[in-house]
């Protein structure tokens, strides 16, 4: 039968199917596109994060920490990390001779896909094994570096510490800015210096608000009007929010400046294979579980220099969590 003696119901539905057709191979084609670029995308920054995280690899003199019988896998053990925020840079020029400003330990559970963060604050009376004596903490990385920092928070939290990353303030800056910066709730007004160390530079109002890589600087570093304390728990929450944001995927297309800027500004005893293991972390199909802690103390001034002196229950308390968390004895 032809055309001219079809229905016009039977015509219509034949022009429908002709037209969902090239809308399907359409659609098909635009998949395949896609498709294609993200796994072009995707390939190139496995390549990328490679080649720079094996350049920012850097050795800690020990295949693993004495308080471990064999070294872990974080691929299927759990934990922990050391992140240390040196103050240093070329524009301060005293690369070689900086104190850490920020210590963080972070323990990773494997099966809960948990992290506890917990932060020291800067100015804690602690030993410290490379001068064997008691000193602020954050002048083991002017001694040793990161293996003297490494081993003062072993002794000090009695837990192996596996792994460490060490960040200058540029690699801070370059990562939040590449992240089209954070939200951050600012608890109050404040001024301060900028990277370069110009004084009263940085300004922000209270409130919730986007902060650029210097502004979440300033913000992390200030304790003009509080503590060591309430200093902590902000870098906490700075952390936990570009963490946030890393992980959205509104942020995919940011990972390539992201790795530039951890490269060019990072240094880790991790492997990049190790660092991989740490993507089921963020993938897990629920929100990262982070908790936050800080080593509670009291202001202690025995002469001229001012420290914080560690409240020994709670430090107690501290350890057994962070053992606990590990499921270490």
Request: aromatic share 8%; net charge negative; with cysteine.
């Amino acid at each position: 039968m032809s055309d001219k003696n079809q229905t016009p119901s039977r015509l219509v539905r034949k022009r429908r199917r002709r037209k969902f057709r090239r809308r399907l191979y359409f659609l098909l084609v635009l998949c395949f596109i896609a498709f294609f670029v993200v796994a072009s995308y995707a390939a190139y920054l496995y390549v990328k994060a490679g080649s720079v995280m094996s350049e920012s690899y850097e050795g800690v003199g020990r295949e693993k920490s004495e308080l471990r019988e064999t070294a872990v896998d974080p691929s299927k053990d759990n934990f922990s990390m050391l992140i240390i925020g040196a103050d240093e840079s070329e524009e301060r020029d005293n690369e070689g001779a900086a104190r850490s400003d920020t210590l963080m330990l972070a323990t990773f559970n494997k099966e809960d896909k948990s992290v506890k963060l917990v932060s020291i604050p800067r100015d804690s009376l602690v030993y410290i094994p490379e001068v064997d004596r008691e000193t602020k903490i954050n002048h083991a990385y002017a001694y040793g570096g990161a293996k003297a920092t490494i081993e003062t928070v072993e002794h000090l939290l009695d837990i192996p510490v596996d792994y460490h990353v060490t960040l200058n303030f540029e690699a801070f800056i370059d990562v939040v800015n590449a992240l089209n910066g954070i939200t951050v709730d600012v608890p109050y007004e404040l001024y301060e210096q900028n990277s370069d160390g110009e004084k009263g530079a940085i300004h922000l109002l209270p409130g919730e608000q986007q902060l650029n890589g210097e502004q979440a600087l300033a913000l992390a570093r200030t304790r003009k009007l509080d503590n060591d304390i309430e200093r902590g728990k902000r870098q906490q929450e700075i952390i936990k929010a570009a963490m946030d944001k890393a992980i959205s995927v509104g942020s995919v297309f940011k990972y390539d400046d992201v790795i530039e800027a951890v490269g060019d500004n990072m240094t880790t005893n991790m492997t990049f294979s190790e660092i991989k293991s740490l993507i089921s972390y963020g993938t897990s199909g629920t929100n990262l579980d982070i908790e936050t802690y800080t080593l509670e103390g009291s202001d202690y001034q025995p002469g001229s220099v001012y420290y914080w002196k560690l409240d020994e229950t709670v430090l107690e308390e501290i350890k057994l969590m962070l053992k606990e968390h590990l499921e270490i004895s």
